[in-house]
């Protein structure tokens, strides 16, 4: 050896060594499978197009070729061409053309998803290294980096509990119906990667697509009534039926796969990691439709649903428990059922006959002990079934005392867990556990997952509806006017009474409409099953007086098993003063002991961002955990916070995980409570592999959050935030309220004033004009910004706020907090997010095209604030362009996939406003527009679909035009996962 | 190119052209596939036993590798060493392993059936060329060799129909349990096989397989008792829930892919290539549970189903159908239906809650008319529901009338049918046709062929009931004893008081248990859909006057939509008269003109195969299609023959298509009705792709028999079949009641008396000791045989019959005969497959160990005829061995591959016979027997599994072995796909 390499090192001297060192082989790009799917998505729907307008379909190719140039190479012709070949549309074409885009940014976020889902299915066939850090990994980490023994993560496992509270989105934009055909066009696609298919199979499927597209491009986009709280309702029971309820036992039955590869037992069978919670049907904050009735009409079709379910599982299971052998106790329990059945046999199978049971009718022999018992459970579950659709149809019923006085009824899941367990047993018992560890461990699962109510409804109310409704007690009582007394003497009138025994209110008082409403929900959450609710909410909390308010009424009106109170402070002022109001809250001696050490409260931040700006309203939030952890332990009262995710755009790697690891740390001790939104839903339940993936997520965020908390911050980082979110709050309001020409601008350059139009929702908008953002709700102020693709709310002030801190030397403390605080990093982070989908000059396009001259001025402000913002946010983290770090490469060539399918909705949207308000001002069309009629029968046929709307076809034609491409453009703005 | 050829023949002298020539490459064989699953079950269930009874397990495992070197190599010392090893098991083993090897042989069976199926998925994925000539080969044999139109082919197809009748199988020896289990084995391995699976759920799916063959080996295999009618029609159900239902309009979808190949249309909506009928619940033949309210039950919950899988159907269209663009037409009747609703919005609503419907609760707008006019198709399904459940419970409903007057429920398809077509015709107009053509094209054809009814149920009841009935009316009426009338008499009565009016018995007569029973059947048929009812079968029929009785009956109580009227014909006699009893009905001018040119005949051969031999009863069979379809023309009136396919044991390729050509030319003219047996049932349509192959068999089966019939027989070959048979007829009839010690025999060598202890099927088997064979049920004779390996009821005859005319000869006739007519070669064909399962040395292993000495000269003698007919079947067809023919050969391996696990079974039954009949001769056990206990707990509890039963645990182990051997055995008999 050692002759080899002297002589060799001497004849390379000419060649020195450094340079060879630096030549590094490029990393490919693996996003083919996206493109791949992107182009057969986009070419089949080009194909149908051509196939029933073949000229349109050119006109779209060269358009998308011209935007896709446009957003790729940055000549600035290519805007102009493109401009030019969109204003001179016809109506007509105006139409088919936007939403022809949509169509197609719909496809591709589906192929987005698609790709998403097979790095999954790749992930999961073998570990390919990009998938995020879940469950195994986590593990993994927890072991070797943290030196976590297994037996504690399986102990912290056997602790933790994550709830999700699926609520409705304010502006789901797409209808459920073309959200569910996007879906089965998803899951065909993934048949087509996935399972081996013959020649006939995959012309069907490739036939099934296109039946598809065809029929989203036949369903008309345009809500056009509001959904009420019912249909949301059942469109959140719907993912249960198609994946949560299946999908649940099956993720389990993964984590014990990766316990035992720790060497750890399996979970125990009583211990839920996940429980569903709802608020639809519940929350009646701002939302007249939720009555009394709604929110029982939910409860009880909730638990139709969960009977349902668990019918059909019985009766799977009656079949493949044919088995004889079984120990003592379980044969002593068949042997007790068929004595009571032996009475009457006949009553019993003509009782059966009657239901029409599919198998199984006749009175079952000892000698299949398993369909003995299994048969007296599904008797019952039929019998609580008959109570409950009694109950639909007869609001006077009592539904908890229907259930809990029939003893034929099932009441609560343990009833129905007993005999499972005595099946489970008894299989164990006889050697028989890959029998018991079959389909029954999965029925036994969902029975302690979802009990018989499925899900937890909570109940959300304003809080100045129950001061008017303590008052209108006071009042009735002659003790004056509660809503006019100051805090103290509310509560000492509030602690009298509780700590009293005497009612406050004869029955049968009548009230005004209002009271009666806040009074008899009242009356009907104590007629509800107590594991069919959840907490009481009480959203615009300031004072401990609220809490005690709802305690009393539920007092009053006798709820037996008290729903805890959960208050939800909301603007800044009431974050400010929530630690006062909880320590008022604690020092009530009858509270504390009322809720023996344990406090549920809410944090969203939709309205403080509105008006303090997204980043004041962040760390206002964080101080404010902070605050209300210390004040519990300080009473010995766990706290457990609930968080609501409003309109976040969050970014790469899902909300979940960092937002998780972004919360103070020692605030999330194993359990979460969290909401998820309706198109959320869809995202993260819609299919069964990214519901896996989901609740991947979510354990491995909170293992982690519990066993290896992130650092706490330095003090130095206290001062600088503190800094950061009053330069950049002041400067924020200084624009958003201090400017006199701001809303002048902000109504011009958006479509704010037209969002109306788009019934999204089930809450009616406030809709006279603005005259300052305070009257505006938090979701149309985002909501019309996003449209010119500027973000305004997200990153104003924030760059006054960079510049006072770098001016005076924190420039290396805002990198260190941004390197080591993940609440620091993940609100940096999500702002890069925005400032990379943000595009200036799209924003500028709408400024020339919309607003009055002698506001340029104020627009080219902004555009300079927004681009040195975006300066100093790279600066602090440290990225030459947006989204330049390794992983997040790949999230910035997302974004840039979907430009090209956006630009030209934009382009589109600036013509119609431009011709909506022009047809506002004059109130009548010049000629040309006058005599314009429809010649396409196609269009001919969209605008006179409703046949009670007067407005002339131009008119309709401009207005749905504008509605499509504002769902279209929010359909391009959502994250992706 | 000259210069070569020449120089080279030269230099190539030496080695002369003809040796080179003679060189085959060796054909390589195929069935890899198979015996890698039957590797694959047979581990998995060993490893389960292995775990629980190592020490058995190896036991098993030499039993088997002896078992397996006797069969394939027939070295006698085998045969003695394994019957050693199995005469010295103690009764604990005696029992595991008797089940062991009835388990390892029912999944050797599945492994043929998933080597099926995947042949079955490798001929749709590209053409292997062993499948059966299915739809597209007849289209293309048609068109080249016979020379048929295409346009021939779509107007044969436009007419056909083919009619598959359910009936429950009297010796259906697995329980329905175990046929699901291994049904869920098999739809397992098919995954296994077919779709790419990742590590994890390879995993799941090969656990899954074990859970499944642990709980099959866990599942009592003895049937303790009998099934209810009820139960049978349920279980007949589910193959509609789980193949049919789905599984029919995806197979039309193919013809119609297959119709377009060839440049023909698609089928007419309205056509239907296969309706459905079934006599589960309908049969009442020798069968008391079968009552007047079991007919009602089972007519109900048939309906039941089907309302359930419309309504589900429908509930999928409304939720694709969003489309908004629709004809004027639909227009018109979704504005009438809205209109009809906003009478009373709230009212609809609040009874769409309270039926809990999924989605769509509230009024529907008219901008989607698809939805309104379904939603209105989905009320009238609920109600319709509503009635029937009413009804199941009421006996007293009379459920035609109730829907028939109600208008919010449907009565006939036709009515369900008439909106879903208002849709088609409304997408065709306005270009959508590929959303029509989805899903609304499957649910259109679903209504087309099962109605509201799904299946048609016959009744069937024997003649002497009906002549019982009437006469007991004509006693009534002081008109003498109708049971003594002769034919004459009874045809005067009937013909007059058929054409006269009026009627016979005043209402309310009481009358004796039987007479009540046949009556009371009538009024429930006059009470039932006509749309759920088939055909009155009358079983045992002999003359005219059988069926006018029933006609007069029908009319007697009630019946408005008369149910045509099958006489079945049974035995020889019967069929021998029934060209006499059809001229005398036809000769009625009253009954031809009220059946108006249709009439329906049902032949099957049970019985006569009992008491003339196979071969006579075949032959008159054939005889009696043509008599009869030779009277019917004569009367100009179209017969149907109806095929009851008795316990054949068909031959390779399934016994339709050559049993559809085997019928004689011309009795098939496009339209075959036949019934198909339980366990047939589950094999042809308990697996998707099988079904789609058994819809596929019989289409192509009914549309060659009808373009390209079979050729007549020439007279030749009718005198030499008629030889034949009387010939075979004597010689077995002079053994089976000739010889007086066949009885004898045929009780010591077969277990014909211990069978009556497995409880098999609805039927009371008669009890007492069989004197002769006329007692005997068709059956049990046949069953006693087959366990034996001898089938001496299918040869027992032949070989004299072929020597007859052999000797004279017509040796090249009999050639002729086989080579050109089906009828004969299928015959003799299903004869080679017996006589290719069917092992004589194992029938004398019997005789030597059960049969008195003095009888072996008895049972050597019909080994001897055994031998000689063999040889001559095999002279005749030109094999020299049995199944020697190219595509038999296979064939020929899958038996041989089965006997290695029968033959034990065969070895451990003559174990338990000689004890049993040792146990009844002396009434006690000798000592060691008497001392029996179980040792091993497993065997405990099975033998004190049964509370109520005192037999010694000795005896006890014996029968259950005995019963277990008795069920391995047939399913190791029974013919495979």
Partial sequence: MSVLTQSAEHSMSDIDLSRLESMVLAAPDTSHLLREDDNLLRQTFLNLLNHHHPELAHKINVIYALSRSWVFSETPGDFEMLQKRLEDLNPDELILVSSAFSQMLNLHNLSEDIGNAQQEKAARMGQVEMSTRSTNRSFKKLMMVNKVEPAEIFKALCTQRVELVFTSHPTQALRTSLLKKYASIRSTMERLHNSRMSPYEKLEALEDIRGQIQCAWRTDEIRRSKPTPQDEMRQGLSYFQETIFEGLPTFYRRIDTALSKIGQPHLPLSHNLFTFGSWMGGDRDGNPFVTPETTRDVVISARLTAVNLFFKAIERLMFELSVWRADDEMKAAARKILDRQQKDPSAIVGERKSRNYSEFQRVIPIMEPFRVVLSEVRDKLW???????????????????????????????????????????????????????????????????????????????????????????????????????????????????????????????????????????????????????????????????????????????????????????????????????????????????????????????????????????????????????????????????????????????????????????GTIKGKLRVTIQGEVVEQQFGEQEVAFRTLDLYTSAVLEASLNPAPRPEPEWRDVMKKLSEVSCAAYREVVRGHESFIDYFQEVTPVNELGRMNIGSRPAKRKNTTSVDQLRAIPWIFAWTQTRFHLPVWLGLGEAFQALIDDGKKDVLQKMYANWPFFSVTLDMMEMVFAKADPRVAEFYEKSLVAEELWGFGKDMRERFEKTKDYLLAVIGHKKVLQSKETKFLQQKIQLRSPYVTPLNIMQVVCLKAVRQLEKTGKLEDKRQSYVPTDPEVAAILSRDPNSKKHPYEAAIEDTLIITMKGISAGMQNTG
Avoid at 422 to 432: E, G, R, V
Avoid at 495 to 512: F, Q
Avoid at 582 to 605: A, K, P
């Fill in 383 to 665: 019998h609580t079934r008959e109570i409950l659709q009694h109950a639909l149809v007869h609001p006077s019923v009592n539904v908890k005392e229907a259930l809990e006085t029939d003893p034929e009824a099932y009441y609560t899941g343990d009833e129905m867990l007993q005999p499972l367990m005595l099946m489970y047993n008894s299989l164990h018992a006889t050697h028989d556990d890959s029998i018991g560890n079959g389909r029954l461990l999965d029925v036994i699962r969902q029975v302690v997952c979802f009990g018989l109510g499925l899900v937890k409804l909570d109940v959300r109310q304003e809080s100045t509806e129950h001061s008017n409704a303590v008052s209108f007690i006071t009042e009735y009582l002659g003790l004056g006017k509660y809503s006019e007394w100051d805090e103290k003497k509310r509560m000492d009138f509030l602690v009298k009474e509780l700590t009293g025994k005497r009612p406050l209110l004869p029955p049968n008082v009548d009230m005004p409409k209002e009271i009666a409403n806040v009074i008899n929900t009242f009356k009907v959450i104590s007629e509800l099953p107590p594991d069919s609710l959840g907490a009481y909410v009480i959203s615009m909390a300031q004072s401990a007086s609220d809490v005690l308010a709802v305690v009393l009424l539920q007092r009053e009106m006798g709820v037996r098993n008290f729903l805890r109170v959960a208050p939800l402070f909301e603007t800044l002022d009431d974050l400010h003063n929530s630690k006062q109001a909880m320590t008022d809250l604690f020092s009530v001696d009858w509270y504390r002991e009322h809720i023996n050490g344990e406090q549920e409260c809410m944090i969203g931040y939709s309205d403080s961002g509105k008006d303090a700006g997204r980043m004041a309203a962040a760390w206002g939030l964080y101080e404010v955990q902070e605050d209300l952890v210390e004040v519990a332990d300080k009473f010995g009262v766990s706290l457990v916070l609930f968080h609501g995710r409003g309109g976040t755009v969050g970014r790469g790697g899902g909300p979940t995980h960092l937002a998780v690891l972004s919360q103070p740390p």
